[in-house]
């Protein structure tokens, strides 16, 4: 019997209690706490440090990032700009991108300033969430739907699909006039009549 409830004991390590402490539970006695241990791995110390040096390199690589946008922008580089920044797939990048140049400008200058499938990639994160900066979305969606072309030899067969994405989303603000107001404006219901005709 005491070569059990040895063993019974034993089996018993290796649980954790909900504090995840580790405990072994003795016989007719309270859970037996041991010593919280540290992950293996690196230290602490060296962890928070390494996150740091994570961190900066992150604001480091944004800096760099707007400069280098900054410049494309200056130059009147937008399809590099568009695609540099499209590439990376930040809707909230995009977005900066999009209130740092003029939409008619970029849009309805001839001749054209961004390429169809640019065009396209912009239509679609653009259109990905329009919860936030709707009114600012709604706008280059507007002039960007109008230049998609579905007889476009590169573009064209993915027009359709995300087009009828886009309505959905669209259809999806729809039902909640209250919170997205951007649906009783001119804007919004002239690019429903867009995205119909392109639909039809």
Known sequence: QGQQGQ?????????????????????????????????????????????????AA????????AAS?????????????FSKVLSLSDLKL???????????YVLKKEPRLLSPPVVLSLVQQLGFD????????????????MLLDHRDAIVGAHVPGIIKQL???LSALERNPDAYPIVQTN??????????????
């Not at 946008?69 to 700009?81: I, M, N, P, R, V």
């Not at 995009?94 to 008619?104: G, H, I, N």
Request: glycine fraction near 8%; include cysteine.
């Open 69 to 81: 946008l900054a410049g494309l922008l200056q130059e009147s580089k937008f399809e590099e700009a």
């Open 94 to 104: 995009v977005t900066w991108l999009c209130k740092s140049v003029d939409a008619r």
């Open 187 to 200: 804007d919004f219901h002239l690019l429903l009549l867009v995205i119909k005709s392109i639909a039809e």
């Open 7 to 55: 063993q019974g004991q034993q089996g018993q390590q290796g649980q954790y209690g909900p504090q995840g402490g580790q405990q072994r539970m003795q016989q007719g006695g309270a859970p037996q706490q041991f010593p919280q241990q540290q992950p293996y791995g690196m230290p602490p110390q060296q962890q928070q440090q390494q996150q740091q040096e994570e961190l």
């Open 130 to 145: 329009l919860t936030r900066d709707a009114e600012l979305k709604v706008t280059w969606l507007r002039d960007a739907i």
């Open 58 to 65: 992150t604001e480091r690589q944004r800096a760099e990032l």
């Open 167 to 169: 309505q959905i989303n």
